[in-house]
């Protein structure tokens, strides 16, 4: 006799909800001490992306300052090490916390609204903080592929992703002290070899610590061999890493032409120079640092001619601001501003020479700017014209 069997009723399909979801490492106790670091991070990284950004800027209410000669090293270096940290902390973080995205909202209208408000706005916040994280990285391995302006975006969204962080402690902050006050220590058992909140946060400090001793070295220079990722070892032509080729940049018949010669002006008068005639003026050697807005930086011996020696030539008065010209004529940085504080400084070149050798190619030869405390955009190469702006 055969018998036909009911089939099974399946439960019914229902979303997902927060306690779906659960695991005894989240909550506020790991979640705040891990966003209390990111914070620390994000912080600091702003803090230096608005020097870098002011260095930048040519028209300055406060003329950004010529000493220490390091200063921008350490603040962008500082910049890119916190953004690098960030990204381990970050990732933990959203870990942490992203089952808050299915808990059921409140019915009541006025719960709902402030419910609604707090999520967007933390929305908001991860969204920013993702894309600075992002873009960042990007920057560092000069990989672009987007069709803005790096900078300005990522100073934009810089204001974007603080002010939103700001409001979202305001916010948290009864719940930041609450976690603060719990200690780290599990109250459940954990089952033996399993991990629990203290390994949780010592995992995520070695990672982060892991994250920044592998691109350290960019800024660092005795990192260098345990910094496997960082993208600007010191490796390069006479020992210093080039973000842009002469190839590149266009230039190589016009530097390497017999025919070169800068020009200074300042109103009226001009005067023309070869490189041998410059060659021929009192040579200066300095020991600065060239810093880039991706965080490498490197230590250099630089030798040339005073650019305030050669403003003397065309009686151009203390204190004058320098429009510089390179022979590139493609690209961002093919025209530069120097301030008057800078042109004026003695340890501002127009460097001839390397670590003793005549300037590679690459490095900007015949002839480029080198000034103390200046990002390493604005130490134009390739300089082909010198002129008093005011």
């Known amino acids: 006799m055969s018998t036909t069997e009911r089939p099974r009723s399946r439960p019914p399909l229902r979303p997902p909800t927060e306690s779906d979801f659960s695991h005894r490492l989240r909550g506020a106790v790991v979640t705040a001490r891990v966003g209390t670091w990111l914070g ?110 790096f900078r300005s ?21 009864p719940v930041i002290r609450g976690a603060y006050a719990t200690p780290v220590r599990d109250d459940e058992p954990a089952s033996p070899g399993s991990l629990d909140r203290r390994g949780l946060l010592r995992a995520t400090w070695a990672a982060t610590a892991v994250a920044v001793l592998a691109t350290a070295g960019t800024t660092v220079p005795w990192l260098r061999r345990v910094s496997v990722l960082g993208v600007r070892s010191g490796d390069g032509p006479q020992g210093l890493p080039v973000n842009r080729s002469a190839r590149a940049a266009g230039v190589t018949s016009r530097a390497t032409s017999g ?100 300037l590679a190619l690459d490095h900007g030869y015949p002839a480029r700017l080198i000034a103390p405390n200046r990002p390493g955009v604005l130490q134009t190469k390739w300089v082909t014209r010198l002129e008093v702006t005011a």
């Open 153 to 173: 975006v990522h100073y934009a969204v810089g204001w974007l992703v603080t002010g939103a962080l700001l409001l979202h402690i305001a916010v948290k902050l």
């Open 259 to 358: 025919r070169y010669t800068l020009e200074v002006v300042a109103g009226d008068r001009t005067v023309s120079l070869t490189r041998d005639d410059l060659l021929a003026m009192t040579q200066r050697t300095e020991s600065l640092p060239i810093a880039c807005v991706e965080g490498w930086s490197a230590s250099a011996v630089w030798t040339g001619v005073r650019v305030r020696d050669l403003l003397d030539l065309v009686d151009a008065p203390r204190n004058s601001d320098v429009r510089v010209v390179s022979l590139q004529q493609r690209g961002a940085f093919g025209i530069t501003h120097l301030p008057g504080n800078f042109a004026d400084d003695d340890r501002t070149l127009l460097a001839l020479a390397l670590h003793g050798e005549p």
């Open 40 to 149: 620390v991070c994000f912080l600091i990284a702003f803090v230096t992306g608005l020097i870098s950004h002011y260095a930048q800027e040519p028209n300055q209410p406060i003329p950004f300052p010529t000493s220490p000669a390091w200063g921008y090293r350490v603040t962008q270096g500082l910049h890119i090490i916190t953004g690098t940290a960030a990204v381990p902390l970050l990732l933990v973080k959203l870990w942490s916390v992203y089952p808050k995205l299915f808990a059921v909202p409140p019915k009541r209208a006025r719960e709902l609204a402030i419910e609604v408000a707090e999520r967007a706005s933390i929305a908001v916040l991860v969204a920013a903080a993702i894309f600075q994280l992002v873009s960042g990285l990007q920057n560092i391995a000069h990989w672009y592929t987007w069709p803005f302006s």
